[in-house]
């Protein structure tokens, strides 16, 4: 089952920043927070992961809060493209599988 | 790196018929997994290998299904006696060392009529 909590839709305006959150509250110690987005009829695509500090790369940042229970994800400056459904998720190691386990998402409507 | 490859891209079928999917990791990936995904919902894990390892399988992965990575590379998802309730896209990933991001294909989109 998803341990993450995501709003199912947002919209934001082109060349804005999106900001996506995502409640996490029974994250444990060693689980990190990945985030990835769908664009329809296309898999999956990771854009970022981290277990406690911030993280920034050419896609988006990743800001975790100190107690780990929450994270949001930055797209500095949406644009159309950007229009997707974006997983966040806490990875599972248990076993050695570290499968994703994927909730419903956020669809991330960009607009003109 | 030409990223993970599916065949095919679409496959119809009448409900009964088996079916087989390919996945083509990228070249040296020890990791696969395969998800199944229906409209409206987030991919669902079915199963995954290490190497030519089946080391996880779901609970959703019914007797009909069948995963295998016979040299620890390509790997097959066969249905047998296919049902109209497997139609989804069924994705592919592989990833190589703990906590590296998994890397998904573009899917096979099945449709049992």
């Known amino acids: 089952d998803a341990k993450t909590t995501q709003p199912p839709s947002m919209d934001c305006a082109e060349g804005r920043a999106a900001n996506l959150p995502c409640n996490h509250s029974?994250?444990?110690?060693?689980?990190?927070v990945y985030w990835y987005r769908q664009i329809h009829s296309q898999g999956p695509q990771y854009i970022i992961h981290?277990?406690?500090n911030n993280e920034t790369n050419e896609m988006a940042s990743l800001i975790i809060t100190e107690d780990r229970k929450s994270s949001t994800l930055i797209l500095p400056h949406a644009t159309l493209r950007d229009t997707a459904v974006y997983y966040c998720?806490?990875?599972?190691?248990?076993?050695?599988?570290?499968?994703?386990?994927f909730g419903q998402g956020t669809t991330l409507q960009v607009k003109p | 790196d030409t990223g993970v490859s599916q065949n095919p891209r679409h496959k119809i079928t009448k409900r009964g018929q088996n079916v087989t999917f390919r996945c083509d990791p990228i070249?040296?990936?020890?990791?696969l997994y395969w998800y199944r995904q229906t409209l409206g919902q987030g991919p669902e894990f079915l199963t995954y290998f290490q190497n030519e390892a089946q080391l996880e399988k779901s609970r959703l992965l019914s007797d009909r299904f069948s995963a295998e990575r016979p040299k620890g590379s390509f790997s097959t998802l066969e249905i047998q006696r296919t049902e109209q309730g497997d139609s989804a896209m069924y994705l592919c990933a592989s990833g190589t060392e703990y906590n590296s991001p998994l890397h998904f294909g573009n899917g096979t989109r099945l449709t049992v009529t």
């Open positions: 998720i806490v990875r599972v190691f248990s076993g050695n599988t570290g499968k994703l386990i």
């Open positions: 070249s040296e990936h020890n990791r």
């Open positions: 029974t994250i444990s110690g060693n689980e990190y």
């Open positions: 981290g277990l406690k």
